[in-house]
């Protein structure tokens, strides 16, 4: 058990002001100068015998009296300083004993101080009792306690149905898609629960002991928003689709569409389209018409030289023949049975059997696989893998294939590898000039005046040249997380690749100048590898 902390009190004799000191008990802490010092200044007490209270606290066993000052002193009553801690969480009281003629301390006394220091909430009466009884000195009492904030929580929105659209399709054994196992789209029935609220909890504000308010941490509110055909429970915590149809999660609103279905062409007959929610085309979109969707695009039949805009991804079951006119844009993945002469981007991955004379680029993979799964002519990029069976032709139609990262964050980092090695090397010519100087005064060599200032010089630059390196291998590894990060990527090659195919990764060019089959190309430093399959 804690024994009680060293204390004194000071006593008025007819020959001066004394001071007794009480040694403190196992376990307690003992009394330390500053806190007699800061006493006596409390009271007024300024010319006194620092060395006579200083020798006392040293030789102190059980107590010790020592006198510290001729002048005689005035009844001093039981005192507590109080304390308010930075947060004002607590209020601590700390007591020193009444001289020999003073008055004791009651609990009026004690409210008094906590309200004279600015204490209004949180008064703890059982510790004020028990100081009453236990008359503990030099000792902290938590005498004033806040009631702090309970913190609330952000209302949370759990989704029943799938957000993730960056699932790639089922393929047959052939390594052509099955459309008809996709999994793409998020189906939804009548009466489904489409998703979940949990309400925004705001906490509880609390109090603390200067009767300011502290208001809990703020906390993010949501509500269920939602398009047409949707409606929610009464308590608003519950979202519950009113048709079957496709449901999609856009700028955190969930739409169900029953998707609008064009069961022909789309040619002069209907019309460009534009549509809210995902679109199903039965037949062909014929050229020079458009379809534009927020959700998903679906086509039967093969599209022409059209322009198709897509918020989520493209279908197509018989592929483009786009006659350098057709051009597709999804922010999703496109699938298309063939890609020809026409313009396509991803922001996703592109699945496809062929490609012929156009300009494909996905921000990730680009497969192009099935029975055919070739590429001739055009430019085909991909931000993270190229997979093809063959690539260019027999006659050497001149074909790209590049995959790689930010070409300026490549050639920042080569610039930056050669500059750390030239200032690597500049530094070691520096340490060799400081190593000769350091030999020549060891052998007693007297340096004159000049020399003296260009060894100043050569330290000054060593030091800073130091730092240039430091601040350049911070940025040169920045620069190799980031590189990492983005992935060099990889072509393959499953069948041929023909002499007239350009191949790209981070920058770094190889043309193909003889056929080459079941291959991989690689980034390999500087260079591109090619490992076989």
């Known amino acids: 058990m804690k024994g009680r902390n060293g204390y004194f009190q000071l ?35 300024y010319d006194y015998d620092k060395i006579a209270i200083g020798r006392a606290l040293t030789l102190v066993k059980d107590s010790v009296e020592v006198k510290i000052t001729q002048a005689k002193t005035s009844p001093i009553d039981e005192y507590v300083k109080i304390k308010v801690d930075e947060e004002r969480m607590y ?23 906590l309200i004279m220091a600015g204490v ?28 702090p904030a309970v913190q609330g929580h952000d209302a949370i929105i759990t989704y029943h149905f799938n957000t993730d659209l960056t699932l790639k399709p089922k393929r047959n054994e052939d390594g052509s898609v099955d459309f008809h196992k996709l999994d793409m789209i ?49 308590d608003g915590l519950k979202m519950y689709s009113d048709v079957d149809g496709h449901v999609s999660l856009t700028d955190q609103r969930v739409f169900v569409s029953d998707t609008y279905e064009v069961p022909a062409d789309v040619d002069a007959s209907t019309g460009d389209i534009v549509y809210e929610g995902n679109v199903v085309i039965k037949g062909n979109v014929i050229t020079g018409f458009s379809v534009r969707a927020k959700g998903d695009i ?11 805009e897509a918020g989520g991804q493209i ?11 057709g051009i597709l844009k999804a922010n999703g993945n496109i699938i298309s ?21 156009s300009k494909v680029s996905a921000k990730g993979d680009i497969i192009v696989g099935g029975k055919r799964g070739f590429v001739t002519g055009g430019e085909i990029r991909s931000g993270t893998m190229i997979s093809v069976k063959t690539a260019g032709s027999q006659m050497g139609t001149l074909t790209l294939l590049e995959v790689g990262i930010d070409p300026c964050i490549l050639e920042e980092f080569r610039t930056l590898e050669k500059k750390l090695a030239s200032m690597h090397a500049d530094k070691e010519k520096l340490a060799q000039a400081l190593l000769l100087f350091r030999k020549k005064l060891s052998m007693g ?41 983005h992935s060099s990527g990889v072509i393959k090659v499953s069948d041929v690749v023909f002499p007239g195919t350009k191949i790209v990764i981070s920058n770094v060019i190889c043309f193909v100048r003889e056929q080459t089959q079941h291959s991989k190309f690689i980034r390999d430093r500087a260079d591109i590898k090619i490992l076989p399959l």
């Not at 005046?449 to 060894?455: H, Q």
Request: proline share 2%; net charge negative.
């Open 337 to 357: 049975k063939f890609i020809e002469n026409s313009e396509v981007f991803a922001g996703g991955y592109i699945s496809t059997e062929s490609i012929l004379h």
């Open 186 to 234: 998020s189906h939804c029935n009548k009466d489904d629960l489409l998703a979940t609220l949990t309400p925004v909890d705001l906490g509880k504000p609390g109090i603390d002991v200067c009767g300011t308010i502290i208001r809990p941490l703020k906390v993010n509110n949501r509500i269920l928003r939602h398009g047409n055909k949707i409606h929610l429970s009464e």
């Open 91 to 113: 209020a601590t009281g700390r007591f020193y004993p009444p001289t020999n003629r003073g008055r004791n301390i009651v609990r009026d006394d004690i409210v008094n101080a």
């Open 298 to 308: 679906e086509v039967d039949g093969v599209v022409e030289g059209s322009y198709i």
């Open 120 to 147: 209004k909430y949180g008064l703890d009466e059982q510790a004020i009792s028990m100081f009453l009884l236990e008359k503990q000195y030099c000792t902290d009492y938590i005498l004033a306690k806040a009631t």
């Open 11 to 45: 006593l008025s004799k007819e020959d001066g002001t004394y001071i007794k000191i009480y040694e403190a008990e196992a376990g307690g802490e003992a009394l330390l100068y500053d806190e007699i010092s800061n006493y006596l200044a409390d009271k007024k007490i």
């Open 315 to 325: 279908v197509l079951k018989r592929g483009m023949q786009g006659m350098n006119k």
């Open 445 to 485: 060599t007297q340096i004159t005046d000049e020399k003296k200032e260009f060894l100043k010089q050569i330290t000054q630059s060593n030091i800073l040249l130091e730092a240039q390196i430091k601040e350049g291998r911070k940025r040169y590894e920045n620069l190799k997380i980031e590189m990492e990060n």
